[in-house]
Nanobody, 114 residues
Framework: QVQLVESGGGFVQAGGSLRLSCAATGSVESRYAMGWYRQAPGKQRELVATVSIWRPIYGEAVKGRFTISRDYVKKTVSLQMNSLKPEDTAVYYC?????????WGQGTQVTVSP
């Protein structure tokens, strides 16, 4: 079973930047997607960005502002978040999808003030 641990959340003013990181332990294969989802209060969990050896995929709300990167040797994935908006406020979850097995981190809070 893959375990995921996030770090890097926090509080920032609108227009600012934050960087999230996620470290995986266990068997992680590069062909499977690893990345980030988020969930705001009262809303469904939504895709932020994922990446495998094929290509990164971004949610529409973050395209052009967020950049995902992955280190396949260290089994880590990072999310650089720029030009943050109040609507980016949410709990951000690291995610690894091996199809037959899906792993989630415990989540890290990102709060963006107006």
């Amino acid at each position: 079973q893959v375990q995921l641990v996030e770090s890097g959340g926090g509080f920032v003013q609108a227009g600012g930047s934050l960087r999230l990181s996620c470290a995986a332990t266990g068997s992680v294969e590069s062909r499977y997607a690893m990345g980030w989802y988020r969930q705001a209060p009262g809303k469904q969990r939504e895709l932020v960005a994922t990446v495998s050896i094929w290509r990164p995929i971004y949610g529409e709300a973050v395209k052009g502002r967020f950049t995902i990167s992955r280190d396949y040797v260290k089994k880590t994935v990072s999310l650089q978040m720029n030009s943050l908006k109040p609507e980016d406020t949410a709990v951000y979850y690291c995610h690894y999808n091996a199809h037959t097995s899906v792993s989630w981190g415990q989540g890290t809070q990102v709060t963006v003030s107006p």
